[in-house]
């Protein structure tokens, strides 16, 4: 029987401000990311932290100290931290004899771990390393995935939604050109080995109003083997993935669009008689006195038939 919570309501305007920051929000922003060292780590370790900080900052936290955490024998330290610091996502970084150079990426779903994949760096080029410009803090990166072997096991699946969450911003709704200048590629290849290469998007003159893009790579370059992972049951998931009611796009009646993204709409209507319909009085259009006998005498003579008519029938 889990214990009751007790409920705190704010006593001041601040107090109220940052309970309302806590709730969920019906359209989230940038996800928050935690960075933190394990027991021990190496020099590489080190630096690659610091790379995807720079890569996810300023919706990043890049803790100095170390942590005494094995999150595949015992994630409750993990929960504890993430929860102090309100973070949904987490990096670790550790290095062992068994496990040399390792990374850890995972998600947490309210405030208990979700899923959990552990990879080894073979090789890492930092930032220094690549000269020249880098890109504009806070530019929303395009990503892209490599690779038939996304799709073909669920390692593979979950890793590709965590990278996903990882360096997805805001949500928009359209991008323009220009704000198009960083452009992260994950490949998975045939061997089992992740690549992960950052580009700068550079826009060149090409003559005519489409300009030629050209690639620039700028770090960091980082080669990860998949060693373990922890994946959630199907129940847990679906549950995290639940749309709130607000997002669900409600289908309309008679409304629909084509290729182009025109919208067509039917509208049903009853059989109109057009002998009833009003028209405007005007003196030029009434009946005369000879039209209106005519009409009155055609009458009689239409009932007066139908009487004979039903007796003959009877």
């Known amino acids: ?82 929860r102090k610091h309100e973070s949904p996502l987490f990096i670790i970084g550790s290095h062992s004899k068994k496990r040399p150079d390792n990374i850890v990426v995972g998600r947490m779903f309210n405030y208990s771990l979700l899923d959990v994949v552990e990879l080894g760096i073979d090789s890492f080029e ?6 020249g410009a880098k890109i504009t803090l806070g530019t929303k990166p395009c990503l892209i995935f490599n690779g038939p072997q996304w799709d073909q096991s669920e390692e593979m699946k979950h890793l590709k939604s965590i990278f996903v969450d990882l360096f997805h911003r805001e949500q928009v709704d359209a991008v323009r050109l220009q704000g198009l200048e960083h452009a992260i590629s994950f490949t998975a290849t045939q061997d089992g080995k992740i690549l992960l290469r950052s580009y700068k998007v550079l826009l060149k003159k090409s003559g005519c109003r489409t300009p030629r893009i050209e690639l620039e790579e700028i770090g ?5 083997t998949l060693r373990r992972s922890k994946l959630p049951s199907e129940d847990l998931m679906k549950q995290a993935c639940r749309k ?30 057009i002998s009833k319909l009003q028209t405007r009085k005007m003196k030029g259009l009434k009946k005369t006195l000879q039209e ?23």
């Open 244 to 273: 709130p009611k607000a997002l669900k796009v409600i289908k309309k009646k008679n409304v629909s669009k084509d290729g182009l993204g025109t919208v067509h709409g039917r509208i049903h209507i009853g059989k109109q008689e």
């Open 220 to 224: 960091p370059r980082l080669d990860f």
């Open 292 to 314: 209106k006998k005519a009409e009155k005498s055609q009458k009689n003579f239409t009932y007066i038939a139908t009487n004979d008519l039903n007796s003959v029938s009877e």
């Open 1 to 82: 029987m889990s214990p009751i919570q007790r409920v705190v309501k704010p006593t001041t305007r601040k107090g109220k401000k940052v309970l309302l920051r806590k709730e969920p929000q019906i359209i989230e922003g940038a996800k928050h990311t935690l960075i933190f060292k394990g027991r021990r780590t190496s020099e590489t370790v080190r630096h690659a932290l610091k790379d995807l900080y720079d890569l996810k900052k300023p919706a990043a936290r890049l803790l100095i100290r170390r942590n005494d955490v094995t999150i595949f024998e015992n994630q409750a330290p993990v929960e504890n931290i993430c």
């Open 126 to 131: 930092s930032f220094r390393d690549f000269p």
